[in-house]
């Protein structure tokens, strides 16, 4: 009997063991919320456009780009690293503009 118990014990005692090293350390899922798959329009940062499978539509990309401030959006053409490019104008300015898989938008 008492072989059974301590055997018990040290079962849960190893299933919680368990549990704790799996949220913790360097091993742990990073936050969806440090690296969104998808960027908000209002996010726009300067970070480099990331190559990948496109989902976006012409004209979801369109509105992704007039919602990060940029008029007249023109010419857009996905490109086979499938980065959204084109035309617009952004305080007066033309530029060309870009947009990647995750939401990202640089203008040139």
Not at 86 to 91: E, I, R, V
């Amino acid at each position: 009997m008492k072989i059974l118990t301590l055997t018990a014990a040290g079962l849960a005692l190893g299933i919680a063991s368990s549990a704790l090293a799996q949220g913790q350390g360097p091993m742990a899922a990073p936050s969806a919320a440090a690296n969104p798959a998808v960027k908000s329009p209002n996010d726009m940062g300067s970070a480099p456009l990331a190559k990948g499978h496109n989902s976006f539509t012409m004209g979801q990309a369109k509105g992704r780009i007039e919602k990060a401030g940029y008029t007249a959006v023109s010419g857009l053409a996905l490109h086979s690293d499938g980065i959204w490019q084109g035309q617009a104008t952004k305080d007066g300015q033309s530029v060309r503009v870009a947009l990647d898989y995750k939401g990202n938008i640089v203008a040139q």
